[in-house]
């Protein structure tokens, strides 16, 4: 028991400054979203098993819609 609650805090201790980090607009006028037709810019993601996947790659020529989440509830 002792252990696993050591382990939670280390793990908290570490963790908390790359939530600390994360960039997130002041306000809405800090938003720059990608407008209808525009191109996606190149970039690299995770995909579901953790792999790189380049995201211009799986977008080619398909028109796709693309919702990003914050996550922050």
């Known amino acids: 028991m ?3 609650l050591s382990a939670a805090v280390l793990a908290a201790w570490i963790l908390l400054p790359v939530t600390l980090a994360e960039e997130v ?3 809405p006028d ?3 979203p990608l407008l209808i037709g525009a191109t996606v810019p190149p970039v690299t993601v995770a995909g579901g098993d953790g ?3 380049d995201l211009g790659e799986v977008l080619s ?3 796709t819609v693309v919702i990003f989440y ?3 509830w």
């Open 61 to 63: 020529n398909k028109p």
């Open 25 to 27: 607009a002041a306000g």
């Open 70 to 72: 914050r996550g922050g």
């Open 2 to 4: 002792r252990k696993t």
């Open 51 to 53: 792999e790189a996947v």
């Open 30 to 32: 800090g938003v720059r």
